[in-house]
C-alpha cells in the first residue's frame, strides 16, 4: 500500500481475505521517500483487517511524507506449506530482554520477523522492536522506544520465523535469507545469493519484502529502509535515529509474491496446466464471487473477464499485473487456456 500520514490520523487497511479469528500482522519494510527515519505502527486487528500510521522519533515533527509497505497475515501456529514450517506467535514484550521459545527447529539460526500489535493511539508514539540471539527454536526480544509522553508496562509482539529458503508455495514464491554486516549504507541482497538471476515474480512490481534486525551490536534505534525493490534483489540499509550511523548488524530478510498464498475457503491455486489437468474442478461462478467478496472486491463479486486469446484459464483466477487489475479476481466461461505462475493464477476445488 502506499499512503503519507499527519499527527493523528491513523489509516485502514483491509485484509485480501477474512480470517476466522484476528491474524498476526506484519509490516514490510518501508520506501525512503521521506529522509526521517519512521517506523510503521498497527493496531487495531481484526478478522478483516488493521489500522497502520507512520511514526517518528521525537527529534522529528511525526507528520511523515507519503512511503509505500507490504505487510502480511496469517493465524497464529504452525503454516505448512509444501513441506516448508512457516511458524506465528505473539509474546508480551517490555523494554528489558526476554527470551521467545517457540521450537521450530528451523535450521542453523532462522529468519526472523517481529511487529508490535497494539501500537498506542498517540503523537510521537515511536516503538521498535529489537532482538539478539536468533536460533533455531528461540530469540530474544524487547521494546526500543523513542517515544514522548506515551508510557505502557508491556506491549503484545506478533513474530513470524521461517528456515532460509527459495522455493515455489502455492500460487507464487519465497526466499528468505540473513545477511551479515548491514549499517547505514545502501546494501544489496539477493534472494538467492546462489542463483542470482532466481526471482519472486516475473514483474517488480509484485514483490513483497520484508526484514528485520536481528543483531543488537549497536544500541541505537534503528529500522529498516527500502531504497529499491526488484524482482531477484532489493537495496536497503539501516536508518538509525535522528541521522546517525548505524553500526554493523545481521538483517533477516523475507520476500514473498504478493497475494493470497494459503488455500481459500477448501480451494487449491493451480499456477501450471489447467484445473482438470491437476485432478481439480473449476469454481463455479457464485464461488468465485463468494472468495472475491471476502477479498474485498469492489461489489463484492469476481469480474467478468473479456480476455479474447486462447490462453485465458476457463473458470475463476486471479490476475498478476503492474496495472491498476493487479491482484483482481476474474470469471471466464469461454476460453480454455492454462493457468500459469506469472500472470494468472488459478482458483480449483
Not at 237 to 242: A, Q
Not at 272 to 301: F, H, P, Q, V, W
Not at 328 to 347: A, I
Request: glycine residues 10%; negative net charge.
Amino acid at each position: 500500500m502506499r499512503a503519507s500520514t499527519s499527527r493523528g490520523s491513523w489509516h485502514s487497511a483491509t485484509f485480501m481475505q477474512e480470517y476466522d479469528e484476528p491474524p498476526i500482522v506484519i509490516a514490510g519494510i518501508p520506501t525512503y521517500a521521506g529522509g526521517h527515519e519512521m517506523v510503521v505502527s498497527i493496531r487495531d486487528i481484526t478478522t478483516t483487517g488493521f489500522k497502520w500510521f507512520f511514526h517518528e522519533p521525537t527529534c522529528y515533527d511525526d507528520s511523515h511524507t507519503t512511503e509505500s509497505f507490504s505487510y502480511l497475515a496469517a493465524t497464529e501456529g504452525t503454516h505448512n506449506l509444501e513441506g516448508l514450517n512457516i511458524i506465528f506467535g505473539k509474546t508480551t514484550s517490555t523494554t528489558s530482554w526476554s527470551t521467545v521459545t517457540h521450537n521450530g527447529g528451523v535450521g542453523n539460526g532462522g529468519v526472523l520477523l517481529a511487529q508490535v500489535q497494539n501500537a498506542v493511539n498517540n503523537d510521537y508514539w515511536f516503538v521498535n522492536t529489537r532482538h539478539r540471539n536468533v536460533g533455531s527454536n528461540s530469540f530474544d526480544v524487547k521494546l526500543d522506544p523513542h517515544n514522548k509522553g506515551s508510557t505502557f508496562s508491556s506491549l503484545s509482539v506478533g513474530y513470524m520465523v521461517v528456515e532460509s529458503v527459495a522455493q515455489d508455495i502455492g500460487g507464487g514464491r519465497i526466499a528468505a535469507n540473513i545477511m551479515a554486516n548491514v549499517n547505514h549504507q545502501t546494501h544489496k541482497a539477493w534472494l538467492n545469493p546462489s542463483s542470482t538471476s532466481w526471482s519472486v515474480d516475473s514483474s517488480d512490481g509484485m514483490v513483497a519484502w520484508f526484514g528485520q534486525v536481528i543483531t543488537y551490536n549497536d544500541a541505537d534505534h534503528a529500522t529498516l529502509r527500502l531504497v529499491n525493490g526488484k524482482k531477484n534483489y532489493m537495496q536497503f540499509f539501516v536508518d538509525e535515529e535522528c541521522g546517525g550511523n548505524h553500526g554493523n548488524e545481521d538483517v533477516a530478510y523475507f520476500a514473498i509474491t504478493e497475494g493470497i498464498l494459503e488455500d481459500v475457503g477448501g480451494t487449491k491455486w493451480v499456477i501450471d496446466g489447467s484445473c482438470a489437468s491437476n485432478g481439480l474442478s473449476t469454481l463455479s461462478r457464485d464461488e468465485c464471487d463468494d472468495i472475491a467478496a471476502k477479498m474485498g472486491a469492489t461489489g463484492g463479486r469476481a469480474y467478468t473477464s473479456n480476455c479474447s486469446g486462447s490462453s485465458c484459464p476457463k473458470g475463476c483466477y486471479q490476475f498478476h499485473s503492474t496495472n491498476s487489475n493487479n491482484h483482481r479476481l476474474y470469471w471466464n466461461d469461454n476460453q480454455n487456456g492454462n493457468c500459469d505462475w506469472s500472470t494468472r493464477q488459478c482458483l480449483c476445488k
